[in-house]
């Protein structure tokens, strides 16, 4: 950290003004207004909007303030340690607004004034009891890419006029049940939403737990008036909705798509149904395209809509028979994104799903209907670290495996992940580009050394089972790399060779040892002696 902060030095001597500053924490007591915590033991005085205040991992904690009024161009946090501002009555300008570390920060008893806070970086801004102007509220513009979660009531203000939200960026602006008693009350204090990607949070105090909102959650309603722009309902905790959805209008009339988005380890589980009469719920659009660190969306009941559901990014997990809706409405999953069908071979899907290139299928369910795995696309049986099973039972081509495909394969001793097909497997590989099938070692505890595993003896894993004659198979269509297996299992290399085969109607991945040199020396002998035998018989003759 102290390279980090040398380096940052010396980036700032470069490209900032000499009004920067950076807290050090180096006092010990917390207070802002202590030159000992700040390099050079000088604390930012300007306030006229143009000083950048940089804190740092060694000085994270709480940091109180004494002086009622603070304007600075930006805080930005180089840390990953929370940071807590506590002021009273203290009020904040922020030209350029907050950049996060991966570190929490918490504003307690601060008001944001100048109407726009701009919110980047990987942690979250909580805001705890915001002090509103004694005369008047301005309406706080939150914007950026950063999450913003209200997490307690304003204090010393009135209830008539409370502090009210606008996003006009992708921002995320959550609430916990410290701060509105149900959804309607918090859609209340946000003014506009311009920007579908915006997303809307449903957050908790203890993202150990998992909360339960049952309330009727009505998009369309925002704040008093009608929404039209669509926006994402979404958490960073584990939320469980069972509360009828409806989703935003569209300007003609109707209704928009569904947009339901976790972010971070977040799960956001839908208990309720959608679609029907009722809520006329369409289309589903699961994650943001292009995100990273986005959580777990479950779709848990029965659903009837028809227009499909589109996977954006993160996880989509299906545990539930016609959970999306009409069998006719197709599953697209997008790059970076994840179709996981159930925690069990008695799930069953029946939607037609496409799967682009760097997306991934997994899961231990039941595929009804036509799969192919393009290019670059990953079949993960199971999941990651764990031995599956994944049943493709379409009436017509179960599987098609198109060239470039990967199929991720753990493997015990004793066991492995297996793909079980009634019908027709359709292999597209070829020698130029080859079906890739990785295999990875696993033990009780995930990903690991193979246990009990006698690498002079001769192995066979069935990875496909099919009640079909399989046709077209070919070796050299696929490419087995064994590199993760050998990472937890070093000893292994140069002791063997893992080939798949065909076996029957199946496929399997086999291991071949290699001959230990004293059994090639025995080899070698018995060749030496049967030359010498057949020298011997020409002689004679």
């Not at 009505?218 to 959805?245: A, F, H, V």
Request: charged fraction near 15%; glycine fraction near 12%; proline fraction near 4%.
């Amino acid at each position: 950290m102290k390279r980090l902060l040398i380096a940052l030095s010396f980036l700032a001597a470069v490209t900032l003004t000499a009004a920067d500053y950076t807290w050090t924490g180096a006092a010990g007591d917390g207070n802002y207004d202590n030159p000992l915590n700040w390099t050079f033991r000088k604390i930012p005085s300007a306030n006229n909007g143009t000083e950048t205040v940089y804190l740092t991992e060694e000085g994270a904690g709480t940091i109180n303030f004494d002086a009622s009024k603070i304007r600075l161009k930006a805080l930005v946090f180089l840390n990953s340690t929370p940071y807590t501002f506590s002021g009273n009555g203290i009020n904040i300008g922020l030209v350029d607004g907050i950049t996060l570390g991966s570190g929490d920060v918490t504003l307690h008893g601060v008001q944001i004034a100048g109407g726009t806070l701009q919110v980047d970086g990987p942690g979250k801004l909580y805001i705890s009891n915001p002090v509103a102007d004694a005369t008047t509220v301005v309406p706080l513009d939150i914007r950026g890419t950063g999450k913003v979660i209200l997490t307690g009531r304003k204090e010393g203000m009135d209830e008539k006029s409370p502090q009210t939200y606008t996003l006009s960026s992708e921002a995320y602006l959550g609430y916990t049940e410290n701060f509105a008693t149900s959804f309607a009350e918090f859609l209340q204090s946000i003014n506009a939403i311009t920007d579908p990607n915006a997303i809307v949070g449903i957050d908790s105090v203890d993202s150990s737990t998992t909360r339960t909102v049952s309330d009727t959650i009505d998009l369309s309603l925002l704040g008093r008036t009608e929404q039209t722009t669509p926006y994402y309902i979404g958490t960073t905790s584990n939320i469980n909705l069972t509360g009828l959805i409806t989703p935003t209008l569209t300007a003609g009339g109707g209704y928009d798509a569904l947009y339901l988005a976790a972010l971070d380890d977040g799960y956001l589980k839908i208990s309720s149904q959608l679609g029907g009469s009722t809520s006329q719920v369409n289309t589903v659009v699961i994650g943001k395209a292009g995100l990273d660190n986005q959580g777990t969306v479950e779709i848990a009941a029965s659903n009837s809509y028809s227009g499909g559901t589109r996977v954006l990014g993160g996880t989509l997990f299906v545990n539930t028979n016609n959970a999306l809706g009409a069998t006719s409405g197709t599953v697209s999953v997008s790059s970076g994104a994840t179709l996981n069908l159930g925690s069990s071979a008695s799930v069953s899907l029946y939607n037609p799903v496409v799967l682009d290139p760097g997306s991934t299928i997994t899961g231990y369910g039941n595929y009804l209907s036509h799969i192919t795995l393009s290019t670059g696309a990953n079949l993960v049986p199971g999941g990651f670290g764990r031995i599956g099973e994944i049943h493709f039972h379409s009436p017509g081509t179960s599987l098609t495996l198109e060239a470039g495909a990967i199929w991720h394969v753990d493997l015990t001793a004793t066991s492995s992940d297996r793909l079980c097909a009634w019908n027709n497997i359709d292999i597209l590989g070829n020698r130029l580009v080859p079906i890739v099938i990785n295999l990875y070692s696993v033990n009780s505890n995930g990903f690991g050394p193979l246990l009990d595993f006698d690498y002079t003896q001769s192995y066979t894993w069935t990875i496909l089972s099919r009640n079909q004659s399989l046709t077209g198979f070919d070796p050299d269509y696929f490419n087995i790399n064994a590199d993760a297996l050998l990472a937890y299992n070093p000893k292994l290399a140069g002791l063997g060779d893992f080939n798949i085969e065909q076996i029957g109607n199946d496929l399997a991945i086999t291991f071949t040892p290699v001959p230990e040199p004293g059994t090639y020396a025995l080899m070698l002998l018995g060749l030496a002696t049967m030359g010498v035998m057949k020298y011997r018989r020409r002689k004679k003759v």
